[in-house]
C-alpha cells in the first residue's frame, strides 16, 4: 500500500482547449488535510473535477491508489445543486447509501436509522421529513455533510464547503472535517478563507493554475507566495492557446 493517496503526474486539466489546471505535480499524502487555494479563476474547482472522475485530463495523469479507486466522496459547490425538485429531507441523507443498496429495493431499517443518526449529528434532528427547499443555506450543507457521513469514505473531495454559511455552521462542520483527519480519511478542500486554513488545515496546494507552493500551510502561505499567485493571475490570458503539447503516433486525431 502506498502512502500517496492521489498522485498527480504532469496533469494539466483544460476547458475548450485552455489550460485549467496546468503542468500541475505532486501527491496528497493518505490521512492527509490540504486546503486549496487561489485566486479566482486558478483552477481549484477543476482541479476536484479531475480527481473526481467529471473531467478528463487533457494531458498527464492522476493515479488513485488501487484500494481507494472508487471510494471517493465529493461534495459540489451548492450553486451547482438544483434543490427545486421535491425531496425530503431523510431520502437526500439516505443517498450516502447508494453504492451498497441493490436496485431493487431501497434503504434497510438499519440504513435509515443510520441516516436519522447522520442527521442528529450534523445538528438536523427532526428535519427528517421537511422539503429541502425549504432549508436555509447553513441547513442545506449540513444535510449534504450527512449524506457524506454515509458514504464513510476513505477520501473526500470538498469544494467550497463552507462558502455563505453562518459561522456556527461553519465551526460544527469544521469539528466533523477534524474528526474524519482523526480517523485517518485523506480530505481535500477547496477554500477561500486564508485564516480559516490557517487554524485549521496543516497542508495547502496555493494555485493559480500552476502550482505556486504545495506543503505545509505555514510554509505556503507567507507573503511571497500569495503574491506570487496574485502576480500570476494578472497576467492570465482567456484568449490565449493551450500549449501544445507533443502527440503520441498511437494518438486519435
Not at 447509501?97 to 429495493?105: A, E, G, M, V
Not at 454515509?150 to 470538498?158: E, K, N, R, T
Request: proline share 5%.
Amino acid at each position: 500500500m502506498t502512502s500517496a493517496a492521489i498522485t498527480l503526474h504532469d496533469l494539466t486539466v483544460a476547458y475548450h482547449h485552455h489550460p485549467a489546471v496546468h503542468h500541475l505535480s505532486g501527491e496528497f499524502a493518505r490521512g492527509s488535510l490540504t486546503a486549496v487555494v487561489g485566486p479566482n479563476g486558478a483552477g481549484k474547482s477543476s482541479l476536484l473535477d479531475a480527481l473526481v472522475g467529471r473531467l478528463a485530463p487533457a494531458s498527464g495523469r492522476i493515479d488513485i491508489a488501487r484500494d481507494l479507486v472508487g471510494r471517493i466522496a465529493y461534495l459540489p459547490q451548492q450553486s451547482q445543486i438544483d434543490r427545486s425538485f421535491p425531496v425530503r429531507v431523510l431520502d437526500v441523507a439516505q443517498l450516502g447509501h447508494w453504492n451498497r443498496l441493490p436496485w431493487w429495493s431501497g434503504p434497510t431499517a438499519s440504513q435509515r436509522k443510520q441516516a436519522v443518526q447522520a442527521l442528529a449529528t450534523v445538528g438536523l434532528s427532526g428535519f427528517e421529513d421537511r422539503w429541502v427547499n425549504e432549508m436555509s443555506v447553513g441547513q442545506f450543507q449540513r444535510l449534504l455533510f450527512a449524506r457524506l457521513l454515509l458514504q464513510d469514505a476513505p477520501v473526500i473531495l470538498l469544494d467550497e464547503p463552507f462558502t455563505a454559511i453562518d459561522e456556527r455552521t461553519c465551526a460544527d462542520l469544521l469539528v466533523l472535517v477534524a474528526r474524519w483527519h482523526a480517523e485517518g480519511r485523506t480530505i481535500v478542500a477547496v477554500l477561500h478563507d486564508i485564516s480559516q486554513v490557517r487554524q485549521h488545515f496543516p497542508q495547502t496546494l496555493l494555485l493559480a493554475r500552476e502550482a505556486v507552493a504545495w506543503g505545509a500551510t505555514s510554509e505556503v502561505l507567507s507573503a511571497q507566495h500569495l503574491a506570487r499567485a496574485r502576480e500570476i493571475s494578472l497576467h492570465w490570458d482567456s484568449r490565449a492557446e493551450w500549449c501544445h503539447l507533443p502527440v503520441a503516433a498511437n494518438a486519435p486525431p
